[in-house]
């Protein structure tokens, strides 16, 4: 890296939409010369409603997003939860690379960088009505159209994936009564 500084975007990317790939997009149009990493959170969890896709999934929605983007200078890093909030920081400090500044709109986040004495910005939402991940998520098990809220690549991704048959009986498991979790 040479004369910028290094930010982190932490987020959980399930899936990588339309609204995240616009705020990497106006971080890295506000700092051209900075870096910026995106942290993929939960990376241990998958096959969950919430969390229906792998790391390994998300760092390719993501990887194919910014390239169809050309977008240059991001960098995405799984981050497994500890669940200790008191530790987290120093926990997402020893798995990435250095970095300087702070990207969340997440009051948790916020606090907690915060007071380990990191810059904190507030990046713009797009439109979080239309791009919130359990939305999209609804849409893509629902058959509802969906294919604008996310880049075109992860469209396509996400259709290589079957996304729609993986989330169908993901929301039946997790909240239905007929719904079946692994032991």
């Known amino acids: 890296m040479s004369g910028g500084v290094r930010g982190l975007l932490v987020g959980r990317f ?9 705020v990497v997009r106006a971080i890295r149009a506000a700092r051209p010369g900075d870096e910026l990493i995106l942290g993929v ?3 241990q969890e998958s096959h ?7 790391a390994g999934e998300r760092l390719e929605m993501i990887h194919r997003a910014l390239a169809e983007g050309s977008i240059s200078a991001v960098i995405a890093i799984p981050i497994p939860d500890i669940h200790r909030h008191a530790l987290w920081v120093r926990y997402v400090e020893s798995l990435l690379p250095p970095f300087e ?12 960088f915060e007071a380990a004495r990191y810059p904190v910005e507030a ?3 797009v439109d979080r009505a239309r791009f919130e991940g359990e939305s999209i998520r609804r849409r893509i098990a629902d058959g509802d159209p969906w294919h ?3 880049p075109p690549s992860v469209a396509r991704y996400l259709e290589e994936l ?8 993901l929301r039946a498991g997790d909240g239905g009564p007929s719904g079946s979790r692994p032991g």
Do not use: C, M
Not at 14 to 22: E, R, T, V
Not at 101 to 112: E, F, G, H, S
């Open 41 to 43: 959170g939960s990376a």
């Open 14 to 22: 399930q899936p990588f939409h339309a609204g995240h790939l616009a």
């Open 123 to 125: 990046p713009a939402e």
């Open 148 to 150: 604008d809220r996310v």
């Open 162 to 169: 079957h996304a729609s048959d993986r989330l169908r009986l």
């Open 48 to 54: 969950t409603w919430k969390n229906p896709f792998t």
């Open 101 to 112: 500044r702070i990207y969340t709109n997440n009051p948790l986040t916020r606090l907690l």
